[in-house]
């Protein structure tokens, strides 16, 4: 194993070993971005009560953070096209960690708001490169292991992340939690420097040509609004699952972490399952946990009253989600091959401005509508999703009009 090497850009080689370091220099990336990104999803109580703002006005933080995520992906990875994708993976992490820091001393709310803004940009960037960059690090045949690798770094995040973050808030507040955060970004950044070997940009694109992309190409387009719809329920629902288990199951502090890492455990199980199954059909991966989805959110809404039906209804979202997300990352490679780092910008622009409004939403619904309406709303969108993708089955990408075909799962 120490033995093998794989090429690098420019004819350079590094040890298999060094590769798949990198791989999982990564997939802690990953980690460290989503985990900031969602944090406040579980401190949304704590958070709000400390700052004297309403729990709809608090989930803002995430609104805010998805809307720079997404709306500046699409232009910053164009910019930045030249740019060695080491670096700029380095530059995001400094810039993770530094806001960290700002928004565990932050004395005002509008404060942290400007800083997760900001953050929100880098965050965006990594969800376009990250993929790209691990599938680049080792051989080819190994690149879907890889890919599948990494995204599993989303479900250590609602593993271990998300939960821990509302146990050291029980503990020592809010503040410390994304102080202690702030540390695992800079040691994250430091691996990174120190394994990731050189990756020049390959198939990045101007702006213009990034957003051509769906405009010609009707497969990426369906993959674009089935994403759309799938986040904007998703995470309308689950961006206030915390209060809404505190007022439908008079769920405690403790519990909340409890059902929170039953949920990871169950994504990390959906996404397991999910690498043997849709390299070979994402679409019906996609469809299965749709379904998946929707199924959790009308248990949440009749048996989730209960510590025992949350927890089922958790565990089934859990795993759902996990087959969702790596379905619809298959399914966008496999729309657009020979430009997917501009395909995932698209992605990714999509994923997050319908986290953020998904986020804005729920908490309108919240504020007006009380808690359980937001339960609701996210099963009417996702359902939208589902029976978006079922009635539509499009025709296979044509390698040669998107730029040459690379590592491509058959849909």
């Known amino acids: 194993?120490?033995?093998?090497?794989?090429?690098?850009?420019?004819?350079?080689?590094?040890?298999?070993?060094?590769?798949?370091?990198?791989?999982?220099?990564?997939?802690?990336?990953?980690?460290?971005?989503?985990?900031t990104e969602l944090m406040p999803v579980g401190l949304l109580t704590p958070m709000s009560t400390s700052l004297d703002i309403s729990v709809g006005v608090a989930g803002l933080m995430v609104t805010l953070y998805g809307v720079s995520a997404g709306l500046g992906v699409p232009f910053i990875v164009a910019w930045t096209r030249r740019v060695d994708r080491r670096v700029l993976l380095s530059t995001l992490l400094a810039t993770l960690t530094l806001g960290n820091v700002?928004?565990?001393?932050?004395?005002?709310?509008?404060?942290?708001?400007?800083?997760?803004?900001?953050?929100?940009?880098?965050?965006?960037?990594?969800?376009?490169?990250?993929?790209?960059?691990?599938?680049?690090?080792?051989?080819?045949?190994?690149?879907?292991?890889?890919?599948?690798?990494?995204?599993?770094?989303?479900?250590?995040?609602?593993?271990?992340?998300?939960?821990?973050?509302?146990?050291?808030?029980?503990?020592?507040?809010?503040?410390?939690?994304?102080?202690?955060?702030?540390?695992?970004?800079?040691?994250?950044?430091?691996?990174?420097?120190?394994?990731?070997?050189?990756?020049?940009?390959?198939?990045?694109?101007?702006?213009?040509?990034?957003?051509?992309?769906?405009?010609?190409?009707?497969?990426?387009?369906?993959?674009?609004?089935?994403?759309?719809?799938?986040?904007?329920?998703?995470?309308?629902?689950?961006?206030?699952?915390?209060?809404?288990?505190?007022?439908?199951?008079?769920?405690?502090?403790?519990?909340?972490?409890?059902?929170?890492?039953?949920?990871?455990?169950?994504?990390?199980?959906?996404?397991?399952?999910?690498?043997?199954?849709?390299?070979?059909?994402?679409?019906?991966?996609?469809?299965?946990?749709?379904?998946?989805?929707v199924v959790s959110l009308l248990l949440l809404l009749t048996i989730g009253h209960g510590p025992g039906g949350s927890i089922v209804t958790l565990v089934v979202w859990g795993v759902s989600f996990g087959v969702v997300q790596l379905s619809q990352i298959t399914m966008t490679q496999a729309a657009a091959p020979g430009t997917f780092e501009a395909a995932m910008s698209l992605n990714t622009m999509a994923y997050n401005t319908s986290i953020a409004l998904g986020a804005l939403f729920g908490g309108l619904f919240v504020d007006h509508l009380g808690v359980t309406s937001v339960v609701w709303y996210g099963l009417a969108l996702t359902a939208a999703s589902l029976l978006l993708v079922l009635g539509t089955r499009p025709k296979p990408a044509r390698a040669g009009h998107e730029g040459g075909a690379t590592q491509t799962p058959a849909a």
């Open 1 to 35: 194993m120490t033995e093998t090497r794989t090429a690098a850009p420019g004819g350079r080689t590094h040890t298999a070993v060094r590769s798949w370091l990198g791989v999982a220099a990564i997939t802690a990336s990953l980690f460290v971005f989503l985990t």
């Open 102 to 293: 700002i928004t565990s001393v932050s004395p005002s709310y509008p404060l942290i708001l400007t800083t997760r803004l900001v953050m929100g940009f880098a965050s965006g960037v990594f969800w376009a490169i990250g993929v790209s960059m691990a599938m680049r690090l080792v051989a080819e045949r190994h690149a879907s292991r890889a890919a599948a690798i990494v995204m599993s770094g989303i479900s250590v995040a609602a593993v271990v992340g998300m939960p821990l973050g509302t146990v050291l808030e029980s503990l020592d507040g809010w503040r410390t939690t994304f102080l202690i955060w702030a540390g695992l970004s800079a040691l994250v950044f430091v691996a990174v420097v120190a394994v990731v070997p050189s990756l020049p940009s390959t198939n990045a694109v101007s702006v213009r040509e990034v957003f051509g992309l769906p405009l010609r190409n009707a497969r990426l387009r369906l993959v674009l609004v089935a994403v759309v719809l799938f986040v904007l329920g998703h995470f309308g629902a689950y961006t206030f699952v915390r209060p809404y288990l505190e007022q439908s199951a008079s769920a405690t502090p403790l519990f909340v972490t409890l059902v929170l890492m039953l949920y990871g455990a169950g994504g990390a199980a959906g996404n397991f399952a999910a690498g043997f199954a849709v390299s070979r059909n994402p679409r019906g991966g996609f469809i299965a946990g749709c379904a998946g989805l």
